[in-house]
């Protein structure tokens, strides 16, 4: 497929835009080269009211002016006429109404956990995993679908995910050990109280741990006929809420399948190229993996912006006195881990024909 | 020993008084029913003001109304008329003037980490290891000293040590994994700017991980003639500070050297029993370990000043998919990390009858 | 009347008490030394619970031993027996309870804005206005209650109208801005989001600057038959809401009825001392004012706990270049400004003879 | 002066390069279209090294690729080749070294606040007073410096400058009571230690309120001979320092020469336009001044971005019971109030015709 020029960009949809995942949709894809928002929906509450009123903006970004006047549309099939569709739903609401869109024929890029345990669905990172997508065929097959469901994982095994992607094609990978400090915005909005958290550390997130220890692992499996055979490591993972805004950062210590340094992990890690077919994608982070060089970086604030937030940061690789390396990850939750997650995860799907402006 | 009386009791001085531990010396002190404090020193610019000038006191607690007034004076066991002295130096001043003050006939209880490292000097934590005050006569021996030095840990060490130690009891340690969480008053004051923390983690603290990584065993070591034969496990640590103003916790999964599950671990952690030669000292923490049952506890903020900041209080006690159990450990820095373990070591000593207030 | 002995302390209970007032009042009426907690309410959905269960307790002092086991009762006169009553009730809901409760003969002392602009209601600061418990009477005669209901003022009016109290006696009072910066616990639990607040400044609070240009004018002016006529002077405000926990500061200019320098001031704020009937009470401020000298004093950390949290700290007293006096006041909001003031209120009312035990 | 083209840009320098303010500069001059950086100057420790070496960089947009191998120079004229200087330096250092730079003909345009009540140098906001540059003939003349020196105010004065300047150009001022929330980066860098700020507010800012009731009056002033007539009104001003990041928030009450309403009043600051000499700049706000229409805002970290951090943004415009109006006023400190402000300054000096690249 060939770059879609501007008059033949495709229509798009964003399901559940007034919400805090929905913005940060509304917001990156304002300006993007291949899609244009034709629709927002909301809940039954807001729909029919202007966004620009439904909506209690909470980026620092103002709101794009083409999005005030879009009316709140119900998220149902008849109502979103677009072959694309973004959705922020919360995972209950997802599980009845993303399966809906897909029937109808809509690609539904979802930011959603509903479906990410369906041996069919693809948990998809463009520069991990995009081979992923032939799981799409068996899905439409089986359920009967003319459109399919595509997600992005969990905010916090996002990044996690892309280093340990390095660190499997290089060195294979035994066990891992991973401790993240997550910030509030992960918890969307309201999401935290403040007397929760100012001053404070949490050291729970509901089912955040359980997700940690297997999508990972999904991600780096392989395709195997409809399903995919989960990748063959094991991971123990604790979750911590700390009072940062935006940005996930992880602990890892890594038992590799073969022996390596640091050093020739950090090479690993800063010379990861994504495939060559979502490399150059608009939204591919540039580089997929940064490597800080200083002994106390990443640090959340100053890096979690790295290649507009779209880039993995790594640092502090050392060697590990029990397995074989440590290492800190960092990925920011709300462009990367979410929203921007999917764009990219979408805009792989229009450049593999799965979508385009005349569907 | 009979517990003194208020009228005999001991003497005690606080060098460093005027910094953020000194300053937490002073208050914890005030009122404590077995040490007077008749001696405060200071740096040679301060030294000769009244404390109460001398002193940018930070604490929320007031200043005494006795310290307001007490002359600051030099660090030197000539201005000094006290037979137990507790240190709050920095390591690199506590490594010359320590032993002066040992040399001169005092015992100097240290919150430095200077001597830490050295064979015949105890790293102390009254309910874990109070044996280790064996080593004191071969250290005043070989070293021709009449007083003696003794060390509390590194305050991240500190509760991950008490937790270890009841595991250790009850079923062997192998291997352990350490993250932690730590607040910025443990870099002492100016300590961290305010830019580098707010809305920001720092994966990294200078020399902290190798402490973690090396004091817990030699505290949950045996004492083997004229030193301490370190605990037979591994650690494996990675430090963090994030942006709360007191109490570290830690994230643990731990290897042991035989099967437990979460519920007898629990159990182990809640019995754990100080021995009895510390149990009811002044400063004993009342639990030694507070096991929270809830799944989100325990909280920074909520959690770090139970048994008035001296308990470890651990939680989220639960099996792990690699090793055996992740929990979570929370101890205040400031307090039992810091001033109050000194104090409460030094309590050990006079229980012990090496210092008293007729020496 | 005297002084309550332990054995006739005076039952009384908290509507309300699993949020997060009502936990203020059930610690701070721990060990308290007239009143003997016998009654704890909530809402229908948590009636019939242990209070420890019911309860998702918020302070980092630990849950009272005896209230753990208090079943937790509806808010209704028939379920609760006890003269006295504390209210932590929202407005709205007090609007309708409240009066049912004193119809039935209780003295309820609340924290609830719902009956501070009743002309018979008293809004009470015992060191400023003692003397307006004298509405009490034609309250209850023009209402036909048998009981009758006490309130105190908005957290951010309290330390404001206790300075400006000290300043009127000595001054008079002519015109005063005031704009504030309020701590979130104001905003009860859960309150404001996380994401609101973190990194932020709102300067926004629903009905606050109404109440901080009114409810001072109240207190400090003189009851005139059956209600108060308001002191003659003029107030306007401006709120913020800041990312502090506990305390409420306040930046006030001030036009007096005569002259005074920054100095006299400062000596009248020193001076100041409550009326002989509430100087003595368990919960009285000693100070009633604290006036910090330093240049960079009060502040909202350090200074919030002073006298318990009960005093009204003040500080940078000087001089304004248009009026005539620049100064900074602080209060401890869920201390005085809420739960604690309310005890403070009933104390005097027992004081007073309104209740006692036996009634 | 015609807009210079990208082969014909202004050499700049930037003094005191590696601080924050000047880190400010190096990113926001990147890709500047009429300035080209050509030299960074540092403190004698700095100087041989290159830039990216001898700063340690702390802002989240990372370090320009060109600026990486510049090599810091020692401060003084010699050593910098460029008609035009941006001063970061310190007051007391700005004192001998920006009239060293003046002399030997460069156009200092200074952050610092040494020269700002010298009668000869203007403080200057684009927007408010461009005819103050007038001043620099005399101030040529004066001290035979054949450059000459050009400040921007204290970051508190600026945003309530710009509005205050939109309100007296409508209304006349007469007096104005402010009180400042100011962020942490206000005090540079390391500037506040993050024990005195984290849940605090410090009502005190060394020397701030005698700058923030004197500079506004010298901005919004005339030019009268070889001096600057202070504007006939008067300002009282209490600061205070919040956790914030970027972002000074003010509460005005302000006295109108002639009596306005609040709908007046806003519709005053959203039609305030710049003098057309410095409204299409590069760096000019746009809009100038925007004025929120909800409730509670400006927001600080919401809003402190408007106008890519140039713009003042205010917001709830309402009449005040004692004098004519409250409003607040939202300006971001490092961009607008320190480094932006001098950039927005230098353009026009370059528009005006002082400065131009072939200098």
Same mark, same amino acid.
């Given at each position: 497929m060939e770059?879609?020029?501007?008059?033949?960009?495709?229509?798009?949809?964003?399901?559940?835009?007034?919400?805090?995942?929905?913005?940060?949709?509304v917001?990156?894809?304002?300006?993007?080269?291949?899609?244009?928002? !034709?629709?927002?929906?909301?809940?039954e509450?807001?729909?029919?009211?202007?966004?620009?009123?439904?909506c209690?903006?909470l980026?620092s970004?103002?709101?794009?002016?083409?999005?005030?006047?879009?009316?709140?549309?119900?998220?149902?099939?008849?109502?979103v006429?677009? +072959?694309?569709?973004?959705?922020?739903?919360?995972?209950?609401?997802?599980?009845?109404?993303?399966?809906?869109?897909?029937?109808?024929?809509?690609?539904?890029?979802?930011?959603?956990?509903?479906?990410?345990?369906?041996?069919?669905?693809?948990?998809?990172?463009?520069?991990?995993n995009?081979?992923?997508?032939?799981?799409?065929?068996?899905?439409?097959?089986?359920?009967?679908?003319?459109?399919?469901?595509?997600?992005? +994982?969990?905010?916090?095994?996002?990044?996690?995910?892309?280093?340990?992607?390095?660190?499997?094609?290089?060195?294979?990978?035994?066990?891992?050990f991973? !401790?993240?400090?997550?910030?509030?915005?992960?918890?969307?909005? +309201?999401?935290?109280?403040?007397?929760?958290?100012?001053?404070?550390?949490?050291p729970?997130?509901?089912?955040?741990?359980?997700?940690?220890?297997?999508?990972?692992?999904k991600?780096?499996g392989? !395709?195997?006929?409809a399903?995919?055979?989960?990748?063959?490591?094991?991971?123990?993972?604790? !979750?911590?809420?700390?009072?940062?805004?935006? $940005?996930?950062?992880?602990?890892?210590?890594?038992?590799?399948?073969?022996?390596?340094?640091?050093?020739?992990?950090?090479?690993?890690?800063?010379?990861?190229?994504?495939?060559?077919?979502?490399?150059?994608?608009?939204?591919a982070?540039?580089?997929? #993996?940064?490597v800080r060089?200083?002994?106390?970086?990443?640090?959340?604030?100053?890096?979690?912006?790295?290649?507009?937030?779209?880039?993995?940061?790594?640092?502090?690789?050392?060697?590990?006195?029990?397995?074989?390396?440590?290492?800190v990850?960092?990925s920011?939750?709300? #462009?990367?881990?979410?929203? $921007?997650?999917?764009?990219?995860?979408?805009?792989?799907?229009?450049?593999?024909?799965?979508?385009?402006?005349?569907?």
């Amino acid at each position: 497929m060939e770059k879609p020029t501007i008059d033949s960009r495709i229509p798009v949809a964003v399901l559940a835009a007034t919400g805090s995942v929905g913005q940060r949709f509304v917001q990156l894809l304002d300006g993007h080269p291949w899609f244009e928002v !034709v629709a927002l929906t909301g809940s039954e509450r807001t729909a029919g009211q202007a966004y620009g009123e439904a909506c209690h903006w909470l980026l620092s970004e103002p709101m794009p002016v083409w999005a005030r006047d879009l009316p709140v549309l119900s998220t149902v099939p008849e109502a979103v006429d677009a +072959p694309l569709v973004f959705s922020a739903l919360p995972a209950d609401t997802a599980r009845e109404v993303e399966p809906a869109f897909a029937r109808a024929g809509r690609w539904v890029c979802s930011n959603a956990s509903a479906f990410r345990r369906e041996p069919d669905v693809p948990v998809l990172l463009p520069e991990v995993n995009p081979d992923h997508l032939d799981l799409l065929e068996g899905q439409r097959r089986a359920r009967g679908w003319s459109g399919g469901i595509l997600t992005n +994982p969990n905010c916090a095994s996002t990044g996690i995910s892309v280093a340990l992607k390095a660190l499997q094609d290089s060195f294979r990978l035994s066990r891992v050990f991973v !401790v993240t400090l997550q910030a509030i915005s992960g918890a969307g909005y +309201p999401g935290l109280a403040s007397l929760d958290i100012l001053d404070n550390v949490i050291p729970f997130i509901g089912g955040e741990e359980e997700k940690l220890e297997w999508e990972p692992r999904k991600m780096l499996g392989r !395709v195997s006929g409809a399903e995919v055979a989960l990748a063959d490591f094991s991971i123990s993972a604790q !979750v911590n809420r700390v009072p940062t805004l935006e $940005g996930h950062l992880a602990c890892l210590s890594v038992e590799l399948g073969e022996q390596a340094d640091a050093a020739a992990a950090a090479e690993a890690l800063r010379g990861y190229q994504a495939p060559a077919i979502s490399r150059d994608l608009p939204s591919a982070p540039r580089p997929p #993996i940064l490597v800080r060089e200083e002994a106390d970086r990443p640090q959340v604030r100053l890096d979690r912006g790295a290649g507009r937030g779209m880039s993995t940061v790594t640092g502090r690789v050392r060697s590990d006195p029990i397995w074989h390396l440590k290492l800190v990850v960092l990925s920011h939750n709300t #462009i990367r881990g979410a929203a $921007g997650g999917s764009i990219y995860n979408a805009e792989l799907l229009a450049r593999c024909g799965y979508v385009n402006s005349g569907s």
